[in-house]
């Protein structure tokens, strides 16, 4: 397990792959209107169900982008194995799948005067990884400016952490939680 001082890299769960999935789903529908947003996903929904949902690629090419995604590195016939056949399949078997090989980053618990602050500690784990890419976060606090987007990769941040529009960070709980293809940090605020 990889740590450091705000942040804590931990093994994925099924239910943690599942709840990134509902969040992945949930933000689609708000874009793309090939979504279907009445679907509630479960771990025993079906594969064709969820690929209906989402609009989603095929299975080789659905499995190539969850690898990608999720950071792992599963084989074609693996993928094919929980995927297909699509009207047999459940997310269960993709969720056990992702969680055996990915890793989620948790945020360590900050005291800050005798007081536990959850915003505080993923403000400075967010920092970190900021810096963990090369990014200079010297002039990084809250409520100023971020370094310029183009600097910022996705797989640094999601929309729940950053306002895009005005560049500022948020800890509002109104904000929409992280994409769940992108695992980021901001996602275990809500876990």
């Known amino acids: 397990m990889n740590d450091n001082s705000y942040s ?8 943690y792959v599942l709840a990134v999935l509902r969040d992945e789903h ?6 793309d209107f090939a979504c279907d947003p009445d679907i509630a996903l479960s771990l025993d929904c079906t594969i064709a169900d969820w690929r209906a949902a989402m609009d989603l690629l095929p299975a080789r090419e ?22 297909a056949p ?11 799948l992702i969680a055996k090989k990915a890793t989620r980053t948790q945020i360590r618990p900050l005291e800050i005067a005798g007081t536990r602050c959850r915003p505080a500690a993923a403000f400075l784990a967010i920092k970190d990884r900021l810096a963990a890419e090369d990014i200079d976060v010297t002039s990084v606090a809250p409520r100023r400016r971020l370094p310029s987007s183009r600097d910022i990769t996705r797989k640094c941040f999601c929309t729940q952490c950053l306002d895009w529009r005005q560049g500022r960070f948020q800890t509002s709980k109104s904000m929409p939680l992280c994409s769940g293809l992108l695992k980021t940090l901001a996602f275990v605020l809500v876990c």
């Open 62 to 83: 659905l499995g190539r982008a969850l690898n990608e995604s999720w950071g792992i590195n599963v084989s074609d016939t693996e993928w094919r194995s929980v995927l």
């Open 86 to 96: 699509a009207r047999n399949k459940t997310l269960r078997g993709v969720a056990k």
């Open 8 to 15: 804590m890299t931990t093994r994925a769960t099924s239910d």
């Open 26 to 31: 949930r933000q689609a529908t708000q874009f």
